[in-house]
């Protein structure tokens, strides 16, 4: 069975230091990645997702995430956070073949301090 | 286009008592999927739904719960008899197709049980 592993659960930057979230999934025949981002007491957001093609992608605040194959990885980085990107932020997998369910690691916490 | 609608956002319930979550998809989806955040964790994959069909429900506990999206109206997670431990954040995702990777989550419903 799929699974994603998020190997920090808490992350503490300074404003305006780069930050990295690390994400790991098992290995498939195909995958679909995602970036999700959740505020307190809210739902999840779509930060980004790789489906195909470029395995860099962006999204519109500053985050981008590189799909590596060989290394069953899909990190989130950012070279200069905000104080208002603290969140907690999941990566999730879906290998398509189970009707687009998205299976999520555990999350990890990014807290960024003035 | 409104989002991913949720009610109620908070439920309470005493052991033992029934809790229904609604949840109505973004216009123009008919996909819809549950997912379970328990304290600490990240978000686990219940069921997944088409207008009048279940399509996976491998996530599902074996007694107590129920789903349903009928042709009309919203999609309902039912939960019977409830205990404390399924205290927890329901989210609702939605998504146009199967074929469409990216899921557009609702803010939630945060049950406790006391």
New interface residues.
């Given amino acids: 069975a799929q699974s994603v592993t998020?190997l920090d659960s808490q992350v503490p930057v300074f404003e305006e230091a780069p930050v990295e979230l690390r994400c790991n999934y098992s290995s498939s025949v195909s995958v679909?990645l995602?970036w999700?981002v959740q505020y307190p007491n809210?739902?999840?957001?779509?930060l980004l997702?790789y489906?195909s093609g470029s395995t860099l992608v962006e999204s519109i605040n500053g985050f981008e995430a590189e799909f590596n194959k060989s290394q069953t990885s899909f990190h989130l980085r950012k070279p200069s956070v905000h104080i208002s990107d603290t969140a907690e932020y999941?990566c999730a997998v879906?290998d398509?073949n189970?009707?687009?369910?998205?299976?999520?690691?555990?999350?990890t916490e990014l807290s960024v301090k003035p | 286009n409104a989002g991913?609608m949720?009610n109620p956002r908070h439920l309470v319930r005493r052991r033992g008592q029934e809790a229904r979550l609604r949840c109505s998809p973004m216009k123009g989806h008919s996909?819809v999927?549950w997912?379970r955040q328990l304290p600490e964790?990240?978000?686990?994959?219940m069921v997944?739904l088409q207008k009048e069909n279940i399509?996976?429900e491998s996530?599902m506990p074996k007694e107590r719960f129920s789903a349903e999206f009928p042709k009309e109206g919203p999609s309902i997670l039912r939960i019977q008899q409830v205990v404390r431990g399924d205290s927890a954040a329901y989210?609702c995702?939605s998504?146009p197709s199967?074929?469409?990777?990216?899921?557009?989550?609702?803010?939630?419903t945060r049950l406790t049980v006391t």
């Fill in positions: 998020q679909y995602f999700y809210q739902g999840l957001q779509l997702k489906l999941f879906s398509g189970q009707g687009g369910k998205l299976i999520f690691g555990q999350g | 991913v949720q996909h999927y997912y964790e990240g978000l686990k994959f997944y399509i996976d996530g989210f995702a998504s199967a074929q469409i990777y990216e899921q557009y989550f609702g803010p939630g």
